[in-house]
T-cell receptor, first 114, second 111 residues
Framework: DAGVIQSPRHEVTEMGQEVTLRCKPI?????LFWYRQTMMRGLELLIY????????DSGMPEDRFSAKMPNASFSTLKIQPSEPRDSAVYFC????????????FGDGTRLSIL | GENVEQHPSTLSVQEGDSAVIKCTYS??????FPWYKQELGKRPQLIID?????GEKKDQRIAVTLNKTAKHFSLHITETQPEDSAVYFC??????????FGKGTHLIIQP
């Protein structure tokens, strides 16, 4: 099994630019989660989807952040416009949509906004 | 919302000794408690989890205990080895919701 696949692995861009992060969940998993990791705030849940439907986006920091899941095998997290404080590692995770199922993480995207 | 506190932030033990990391949670509705290990520059990897209908779970050198009344759970690693050095995160969730993580414990195994 290929696991959760994220792209790009690294992204460096200037503030004000649009950034799009991509995620392919494990085949058969129908819950998808986006997390952000920083030294100051640790691992934080941004948003999650069940069966491609956003369930809870209360962790999305600002309107500059948006996420979509057009189908069961693909999700995007977009930041527009990007700011230096958005610099972090963004992880995508997936699981089966049943109570108390383990979440499996991708390798993350290390984002640097200059 | 849920709040997870984790202690200590750094733990240094001699190789072969045991390590214990403790977490508390605030929402009594939480019923799933996983532990993740994260090596530098890598993704968090699930090492063990426990559900609220169980008080203890063991997998080789790793065990987790849960006290629902006190709302705390702990990770125990016995016979520590150099490869156990990493950052460990506890987390809590309700049913199939997203995870709320603790701030992490940097475990250092001294040779």
């Amino acid at each position: 099994d290929a696991g959760v696949i994220q792209s790009p692995r690294h992204e460096v861009t200037e503030m004000g630019q649009e950034v799009t992060l991509r995620c392919k969940p494990i085949s058969g998993h129908n819950s998808l989660f986006w997390y952000r990791q920083t030294m100051m705030r640790g691992l934080e849940l941004l948003i999650y989807f069940n069966n491609n439907v956003p369930i809870d986006d209360s962790g999305m920091p600002e309107d500059r952040f948006s996420a979509k899941m057009p189908n069961a095998s693909f999700s995007t997290l977009k930041i527009q416009p990007s700011e230096p404080r958005d610099s972090a590692v963004y992880f995508c995770a997936s699981s089966l949509l049943q109570s108390n199922q383990p979440q499996h993480f991708g390798d993350g995207t290390r984002l640097s906004i200059l | 919302g849920e709040n997870v506190e984790q202690h200590p932030s750094t733990l240094s033990v001699q190789e072969g000794d045991s390590a214990v990391i403790k977490c508390t949670y605030s929402d009594s509705a939480s019923n799933y408690f996983p532990w993740y290990k994260q090596e530098l520059g890598k993704r968090p990897q699930l090492i063990i989890d426990i559900r609220s209908n169980v008080g203890e779970k063991k997998d080789q050198r790793i065990a987790v205990t849960l006290n629902k009344t006190a709302k705390h759970f702990s990770l125990h690693i016995t016979e520590t080895q150099p490869e156990d050095s990493a950052v460990y995160f506890c987390a809590a969730s309700i049913r199939a919701d997203g995870l709320t993580f603790g701030k992490g414990t940097h475990l250092i195994i001294q040779p």
